[in-house]
């Protein structure tokens, strides 16, 4: 399974959670359908981060890829679920993807300047970091929140080892989202062991572009209904 299938993946499923939430009535079997598929998007985007950043060529365009976005997004992201241009509650998932790239970008940039430096102090720097990280996530109160940002974190951690990152998202779960709903992002887990390491289809832009504006069709969608 290429990086363009599973992207493919994690954009329909989270069309599908984004679906459930506007459409479908509240605590129905049906809602909770639509929501338990729904979970599968955000490990399979973290996990495509993670990727992106061992093979990106350019970091630095990266972010500002992931900033830009999430400020283009968030009125789309605010007229969709809360029907206001500006509502502060809740901020979209770009933030969340843009403050887990950044603290990984800046975790590798501090092992590699102080790798014959004393580990202690090493870790330390580290442990600022996604605490930093974390904690902006909260302050913001951006998609998945701190829990996004520690997904990324470990899946970076952890790269290449599936069986740990796997571990890793269920803690995650079990520690800081909770609810048995959110158990079913565990399935994520299976297109993400049959990804072959091969890119796929060149389709830099498409979630990027696809993110705010099915926000913005499913919002046309419910007003006319």
Request: glycine share 6%; proline share 2%.
């Amino acid at each position: 399974m290429t990086g363009f299938v599973l992207k493919m993946i994690a954009i329909i499923t989270m069309l599908i959670d984004h679906i459930g939430v506007i459409f479908i009535k509240y605590n129905t079997p049906e809602y909770w359908l639509f929501r338990g598929i729904g979970r599968l998007a955000f490990p399979i985007f973290v996990f495509l981060i993670v990727e992106g950043f061992q093979h990106t060529s350019n970091i630095k365009k990266y972010l500002l890829r992931l900033g830009v976005f999430a400020i283009i997004s968030e009125m789309p992201f605010d007229i969709a679920f809360n029907h206001s241009m500006i509502e502060g509650s809740h901020q979209n998932v770009f933030f969340t993807l843009f403050l887990g790239l950044l603290c990984i970008t800046l975790m590798d940039l501090v092992e590699k300047k102080l790798k014959n430096h004393d580990m202690i102090f090493t870790n330390v720097i580290v442990a600022y970091l996604v605490i930093t990280s974390c904690f902006l996530a909260e302050i913001i109160k951006s998609d998945y929140r701190s829990a996004g940002v520690l997904m990324i974190v470990s899946f970076y951690v952890f790269r290449n080892k599936k069986v740990l990152q796997a571990l890793a998202l269920l803690i995650i779960i079990s520690a800081l989202l909770g609810g048995s709903i959110s158990y079913a992002a565990m399935g994520a887990m299976l297109p993400i062991f049959l990804y072959n390491g091969k890119k796929g289809k060149s389709v830099k832009y498409l979630f990027y572009i696809f993110y705010p504006a099915h926000l913005l069709v499913l919002y046309f969608v419910q007003t006319l209904i």
